[in-house]
């Protein structure tokens, strides 16, 4: 006789849902606290200097605000996608498309004055929205595998961004490097004083958070949206499209990731640059952010944030104790692994049952 089983959960509670995922994070920082001690450094010396490089003064909280608004805007729309079932893993090539498009409109569209930043934004969620909508449409009309086209679209929009600036775009102010020129100041995105805060791209992306939730809990799309995630032979059955579904969410999904991709170009670097440096994983750590926040677009505010503030903290032991940067990006990595493995607790639980004994009292 068994003593246990395994049954699936009719829906977590909320309690649940918190509890696991502080029990998950609290296992990723045991774990990465092993890597910091072989590497020489003390964890709980490394995690004081995380909280006080991110929390501990103005200029720590506004870096962490400043990371927060990329992860916030990718966040979001990274939440509808997976809300429908589909794995958008391309939220890094998104947002560099969106800085492409800003770029171009800065410096070679010809537009001029106030009108520069509007059709930054607009252009750069469009680019964002086109690039996402490619892999959206192999999967809904071709049942191309999601995750493999997202992803290696992120590849092709690196390329891309390595090729304008080491050939059409690259600045001739620059001497030599691979960079464009610096963008007007009229397409500079204003900052809250004093900081590196872009203010209308983090007023966006709460604005966004919003919305999301809106449509997903009180529209008739956002109903199917949910539908078509959580059945998909019901929806269709019910005679829900499927195409139109995914279309949508990922031309949010992407557009919103484009903006992100403004934000970093004209709110922080003025230039096209680097890749890497233009996004700092902004587009891959935003799949934590969205799946720490149980795919619930106002829980990504509280997310961006927390994780916006590892990301700062990360700096700061970085330059401290001289950690190489792949240990501090190990963080993510375990987050989200046992995030994922938490999922199994929130979805089923196991009981256990006390064993029958026999006519002789023997187990039955």
Request: glycine share 12%; aromatic share 10%.
């Amino acid at each position: 006789m068994r003593l246990f089983t395994i049954e699936k959960r009719p829906s977590p509670s909320g309690g649940l849902v918190l509890l696991t995922s502080v029990l998950a994070i609290l296992a990723a920082l045991v774990v990465a606290g092993i890597f910091f001690w072989a590497w020489g450094a003390s964890p709980l010396h490394a995690y004081r200097l995380i909280l006080q490089g991110a929390l501990g003064s103005k200029l720590g909280l506004a870096e962490t605000v400043r990371r927060a608004i990329p992860l916030l805007l990718c966040g979001v729309g990274l939440t509808l996608a997976f809300r429908a079932l589909f794995w958008n893993i391309g939220a890094e090539g998104q947002l560099l498309l969106g800085a492409v498009a800003a770029t171009w409109v800065a410096l070679f569209s010809g537009l001029e004055g106030p009108w520069l930043i509007p059709a930054m934004l607009a252009l750069g969620f469009l680019a964002g929205a086109i690039w996402a909508l490619i892999p959206a449409l192999l999967k809904a009309r071709l049942g191309i595998n999601d995750v493999i086209t997202t992803l290696m679209m992120n590849y092709i929009a690196m390329y891309l961004v390595l090729y304008l600036i080491h050939g059409p775009w690259k600045g001739p102010q620059m001497r030599g490097f691979a960079y464009t020129d610096f963008f007007p100041k009229a397409a500079w995105l204003p900052l809250v004083p004093g900081t590196r805060i872009h203010w209308l791209t983090l007023i966006l992306g709460v604005l966004a958070a919003l919305g999301a939730y809106i449509l997903l809990t009180k529209t008739k799309r956002g109903f199917e949206i949910r539908v078509i995630g959580e059945n998909p032979e019901a929806a269709r059955f019910a005679g829900m499209s499927y195409t139109r579904t995914i279309l949508l969410v990922m031309a949010l999904s992407g557009g919103l990731a484009g903006l992100a991709g403004v934000g970093e170009v004209a709110g922080v670097h003025h230039i096209l640059r680097q890749p890497e440096q233009i996004s700092l994983g902004y587009g891959y750590t935003a799949i934590i952010v969205a799946w720490l926040a149980q795919r619930n677009p106002l829980a990504v505010i509280l997310t961006a944030l927390l994780l916006g503030a590892l990301m700062a903290g990360g700096d700061v032991i970085k330059a401290s104790l001289g950690l190489p940067f792949q240990l501090v990006n190990m963080f993510n990595g375990l987050i989200l692994a046992f995030l994922i493995s938490a999922e199994l607790l929130m979805r089923y639980k196991v009981s256990f049952r006390p064993r029958r004994k026999g006519w002789a009292g023997r187990p039955g």
